[in-house]
């Protein structure tokens, strides 16, 4: 059901929270186009889709966790206003594409732990979302890459 990767490390400019998992629709809707912009602003080279790191979820509807919305850029230029520079660590993960719309990846998110865990391999607390193809929150056509940290 999924792939092992190991991700090098990467630059982002990024917008980092404390939130639950119901919080995170609206934050990415209220934070995203700010982050776009300030990217488009700063002349920044965006290499790859946007990415959502999480940081301490697992997987409860109510639990806390630190998160930062990420877009993968070559090189730093002025400082941002509102959010910041990020580089990731190297990130070794079991990875699976999902597609479809947000309201099924919950589902996929338990399949893949499930499939990781009868593996018999350690989880580490870290997980991300490339968003390969977005259309918007209902589209069937939406590709995300759920990655759970190992």
């Known amino acids: 059901m999924y792939e092992k990767k190991h991700i090098p490390t990467k630059l982002y400019i990024s917008a980092r ?4 998992i119901p919080d ?3 934050y990415a809707q209220h934070i995203m186009s700010k982050l776009m ?3 488009i602003q700063l002349g920044l080279k965006v290499t790859g889709p ?4 999480y ?32 580089e990731s660590e190297p990130f070794s ?10 309201y099924g990846v ?12 009868s593996d018999a391999i350690p989880l580490a607390p870290q997980s991300r979302e490339v968003y390969r193809r977005w259309m ?10 759920l990655q759970i940290g190992l």
């Open 24 to 26: 995170i629709p609206e």
């Open 106 to 117: 919950g589902d996929k998110w338990k399949a893949l732990v499930e499939s990781v865990m």
């Open 136 to 145: 918007d929150a209902n589209s069937n056509k939406n590709i995300t890459e």
């Open 55 to 86: 940081f301490g979820s697992d997987g409860e509807l109510d639990t806390l966790f630190d998160m930062r919305i990420c877009i993968p850029i070559t090189d730093k230029a002025d400082t941002p206003t509102s959010f910041e520079y990020y």
């Open 50 to 53: 946007v990415e959502f790191h």
């Open 17 to 20: 929270t404390t939130l639950t």
């Open 37 to 39: 912009m300030e990217a």
């Open 93 to 102: 993960c079991a990875s699976y594409e999902y597609h479809g719309n947000v």
